[in-house]
């Protein structure tokens, strides 16, 4: 050992002579991309723990069978520069009398596809823009001035055409819009050009041509399948800057859209929809949107439960503007049906066992086919699609969904096929699809609402808006039983009938003065003095 020893800071010599010749004697080596091998040299066992150690003095006491270390790697600290070729791949570098074979992997290729989903990504965040409104409600009170201004903000995103998709709830009542993109501190003025209020969505448009400066339309996905991930951007509560929540589709049917008290197609989600993501987009993995945020559903027993409307209620919408220049509804078949899951029951329509569909209940009197359909009919299909007993249809793989589904992508006009059973005959008819006419109607589409003043009695006709303003949100429970009815079965026997109740009497009036709004039919007018006549024969 006496003869090991040296000096503290000098290198041993011979190195490399002994280096080149482990390097003459060693076996080449298969080495994998990122490998680092170590292979062993004819060196003696002297020489290998004379050169192990590197820099300073041999330990004490001896050799240490844990630090024999001539089988492993060198560490990366006491690793020489690798050197590289213009492939890429690394040179055998010899060290302490090993022959470290080193081979570097070339550098990752650059995925152009995730570069460009994350520019589209962006582009569409760019899109989402804040909508800001001033809100003048009507005072179903007093029919004759409105309630006093408001302001709200939501979410908005830009579509082709110059144009921009937002709630109508957002909109409602609307007396100014104006909408701010992101990254500005300037608000435009926007104009609203269509609303449904059936499917809860509006399109605004704005004609200052430096709003449109920078900014790319946002692109329509197809529906989602279930568990896809979805993320929801727009301006909730609880800051001013964009926000981004996500999530995946966890439902997907026919769901009860809140504003326009109708069901439609919806998504459900789990992602955060808060106050303010009303009319913001959802969007895929790539970028694309799948849906319109619009409700959430507030429960103590529930827990992130958010709806989106998905783009084929969107599509529906925004070619129904193009093709009328206006929005005209969606349509209904005009009938109320029930299921027939009984055997009983469709052994007594004369229903074969192998024949399906539902029974016709009612048949709306303002349907404009109400003739050709009857009461007892069982529809077996719609449009060659056949309906189950409970009223479903094949939607995707392993999927159905309410056979109202298929009457929501007609549009109003529209002809439909309709194969029933009537008296254990199968018969046809091509039944003409129009939009529904309520008896109380679930909006008034931002007219006034209509009244009559006469002999100091004021009569108003009944809407949904009107039950609400007058009877608070929970109208449902606190109505009069006779309005509910009314509101639940009856339906309208003609297009221009009105339910009209006294809402307010003046406790000073002349029978001779009479004063007049009326956004109905003259038929109005006529059923009011025919009222004014009876109220007043039964006070004398």
């Given at each position: ?37 170590a292979?062993?040299?004819e ?78 990504a ?34 908005g ?14 909109v ?125 559903l ?6 992130n ?46 229903m ?139 339906m ?25 709004y ?8 006529l ?14």
């Amino acid at each position: 050992m006496g003869d090991l020893k040296r000096k503290r800071g000098r290198k041993p010599k011979n190195v490399v002579a002994e280096a080149n010749a482990a390097a003459s004697a060693s076996t080449s080596t298969a080495v994998d991309d990122g490998a680092v091998v170590a292979v062993p040299t004819e060196a003696t066992n002297q020489d290998s723990q004379t050169h192990r150690r590197g820099r300073g003095r041999p330990k004490k006491g001896g050799n240490h069978p844990e630090d024999d270390r001539s089988d492993m790697a060198a560490s990366p600290e006491r690793r020489a520069p690798r050197l590289y070729d213009h492939n890429g791949a690394g040179d055998s570098i010899a060290h302490n009398g090993h022959v470290i074979v080193e081979a570097v992997a070339a550098p990752p290729q650059v995925r152009w596809e995730s570069v460009a989903a994350a520019a589209k990504a962006a582009s569409s965040m760019d899109a989402v823009v804040k909508v800001f409104c001033v809100h003048t409600e009507p005072n179903f009170s007093l029919p004759w001035q409105r309630k006093r201004q408001y302001s709200t903000s939501s979410s908005g995103f830009i579509i082709g055409g110059r144009r921009i998709l937002t709630n109508a709830h957002s909109v409602e009542h609307h007396t100014q819009v104006k909408l701010k993109k992101r990254g500005s501190d300037t608000k435009y003025l926007a104009t609203v050009l269509a609303i449904g209020t059936e499917c809860d969505i509006a399109m605004l448009a704005v004609s200052d041509d430096e709003f449109w400066e920078g900014v790319s339309p946002v692109e329509f996905g197809d529906l989602p399948p279930l568990q896809d991930a979805v993320t929801v951007v727009g301006y909730p509560i609880g800051g001013d800057t964009i926000s981004v929540t996500s999530g995946v589709v966890s439902r997907m049917e026919i769901l009860s859209y809140v504003h326009g008290s109708t069901e439609l197609l919806g998504l459900q989600i789990d992602a955060a929809i808060n106050s303010g993501n009303s009319g913001g987009p959802a969007f895929n993995d790539k970028g694309k949107c799948v849906g319109i945020a619009f409700q959430s559903l507030k429960h103590e027993d529930v827990e992130n439960i958010g709806y989106v409307i998905p783009t084929p209620v969107i599509m529906h919408f925004i070619q129904d503007y193009e093709k009328n220049g206006a929005y005209t509804g969606f349509p209904i078949l005009g009938v109320e049906w029930q299921k027939m899951e009984n055997p009983d029951l469709r052994s007594s329509t004369g229903m074969s066992p192998e024949q399906k569909g539902v029974r016709i209940r009612r048949i709306e009197p303002t349907a404009p086919e109400s003739h050709l359909l009857k009461p007892s009919d069982v529809i077996l299909s719609f449009d060659g699609i056949d309906i189950a007993n409970d009223g479903t249809v094949p939607f995707r793989h392993g999927e159905r969904i309410g056979f109202s589904y298929l009457i929501s992508q007609k549009y109003t006009g529209d002809y439909a096929l309709v194969r029933v059973l009537r008296n254990s005959k199968i018969l046809e008819f091509n039944i003409k699809l129009d939009t529904h006419k309520r008896l109380i109607p679930a909006h008034i589409n931002g007219r006034p609402p209509s009244y009559y003043i006469i002999g100091g009695f004021v009569f108003s006709a009944v809407s949904v808006p009107y039950l609400r303003s007058e009877y608070a949100k929970d109208y449902e429970f606190d109505a009069p039983v006779k309005l509910l009815d009314k509101l639940l079965h009856a339906m309208a026997q003609s297009i221009d009938e009105q339910l009209v109740v006294v809402s307010q009497v003046f406790p000073s009036f002349s029978v001779t003065t009479s004063i007049k709004y009326s956004e109905g039919t003259s038929n109005f007018e006529l059923i009011i003095t025919q009222l004014v006549e009876i109220v007043l024969g039964a006070c004398c």
